[in-house]
């Protein structure tokens, strides 16, 4: 049986979120979106922390657990993201800033990892607290106090924050995390990065590459997530991670990565937003303001890279690109993502197929075409790779045309982006 999976979310306690990410809304919004296993996100928060172990009921001592009273089957995974900083500008070294995603596999664990790691910055300061810890100690520290946890670095192609990114100040894992990176098993892509980009680095080769939405609200619950397959009905924390290790997992759903927002190079203040080749033009510089570019993630992949474009690694596993559901009404029906009319049509859909991703993923098209014609059409092209984007860059998301443009008119977006095994 397939199981959905999204890892990686916050809470209403992580800066810059949502005050409606909130457990019963969590549970509800991953049933509607099909997910099965979802993130509690933020568990080193004292407050969400006390919310989980009040709310909570672990599931047949599987280290997943389900909401009190919630008949969803909505299965929570204990996961949290820290952010670390570390290295005090020695010998030419500037402080680094990681962040790092945490798995664990009982609130009892929980409570351990968070008497260990509130010595080292305050947690209730925000749901993705700050940490004056190095990588490789935090994993060291977690490893001995369980050697179930997981950690593993986020996003990591961002140009702050992402261990690989262009600011990072590392080019390899190694590197980032010294000895210790021998327990790593993984690292999360990020929405501005995508398998046929991360399959050039033969050093990455190693690590399954995870998706994850990191939803700061309810609407991204799932614009990422993994698919794992298990035979066995029971799943738990241990098949889950298990698979994780064992490069088991099915498939990643992945954002196009063009959409996200440290795909190109450029300045969001000055308006620039350029291709690698463009930017190396410039000598990184930028056009307007003649300060340094922010280098986004195609350029830095690039940089890294040891193989060609459309190369791919012996231990890649297959992966589709989606656009979330109400993204797309939004675009078809031009009215924006959170009026009513996008909702009601969202809503049709639902009813009709029981979940977003059987929308996006299985369902007939002729059938979505019954519901609203144009959306079939969009969801066909999407499955498709027919999707032209402007690409994102400095911060500013990339933007969607799926309707209007022919294959050949893009570079990247629209070639046939799904991979076939
Ligand atoms: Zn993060
Ligand atoms: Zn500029």
Redesign the pocket.
């Known amino acids: 049986m397939d199981y959905i999976a999204d890892l990686h979310i916050h809470s209403k306690y992580a800066g810059a979120c949502s005050d409606q990410l909130i457990l019963e809304n969590l549970d509800r919004v991953a049933k509607i979106k099909g997910i099965q296993i979802i993130g509690t996100g933020d568990f080193t928060h004292p407050l969400w922390s006390k919310d989980l172990k009040g709310r909570l009921e672990e599931t047949e001592g599987s280290g997943l657990y389900r909401l009190k009273g919630s008949n969803t089957g909505t299965r929570f995974m204990l996961t949290s ?1 820290v ?1 670390l900083f570390f290295g005090n500008g020695d010998a030419g070294s500037r402080v680094k800033k990681i ?1 790092n995603l945490i798995f664990a596999p009982s609130l009892e664990v929980v409570d351990q990892i968070n008497d260990r790691l509130g010595k080292y910055g305050n947690l209730a300061s925000d749901g ?1 607290p700050i940490l004056q810890l190095s990588n490789s100690d935090l994993v060291e520290m977690l490893y001995k106090a369980d050697p179930r946890i997981m950690v593993m670095p ?2 990591v192609w ?1 140009p702050w ?1 992402g261990v690989l990114g262009a600011m990072s100040g590392f080019n390899s894992l190694e590197e980032a995390y010294g000895d210790q990176v021998k327990h790593i098993y993984a690292l999360e892509m990020g929405l501005s990065s995508d398998p046929l980009m991360n399959w050039r680095i033969s050093k990455l080769d190693k690590f399954t590459l995870l998706a994850g939405s ?1 939803a700061h609200s309810l609407p991204k619950i799932g614009r990422e997530a993994i698919v794992f397959g298990f035979d066995d009905e029971k799943v738990s924390y241990g098949s889950i991670t298990d698979a994780i290790k064992e490069k088991r997992i099915k498939m990643t759903l992945k954002f196009y990565p063009e959409e996200g927002k440290y795909h190109f190079d450029g300045h969001r203040a000055c308006n620039v937003s350029l291709s690698p080749e463009d930017a190396k033009k410039y000598g990184n510089i930028c056009p307007r303001c003649r300060k340094q570019l922010t280098i986004g993630v195609l350029h830095r992949v690039e940089s890294l890279a040891d193989r060609k474009e459309g190369e791919r690694s012996a231990t890649a596993k297959p992966f589709v690109h989606i656009i979330q559901l109400q993204d797309i009404i939004a675009y078809v029906t031009k009215k924006g993502v959170g009026t009513s009319s996008v909702s009601r049509l969202y809503d049709a859909f639902i009813k009709e197929f029981g979940t977003e991703f059987n929308v996006l993923l299985n369902a007939d098209i002729t059938k979505i075409s019954e519901i609203e014609p144009e959306v079939g059409r969009a969801i066909e092209n999407v499955r498709n790779g027919r999707v032209r984007i402007t690409p994102g860059y400095d911060g500013v998301f990339g933007v969607i045309d799926i309707l209007d443009q022919m294959p050949e008119q893009s570079k990247r977006g629209n070639q046939k982006r799904i991979s076939e095994f």
Do not use: I, Y
Request: aromatic share 12%.
């Open positions: 993201e952010s962040h993705r986020s996003h961002t924050f990191d």
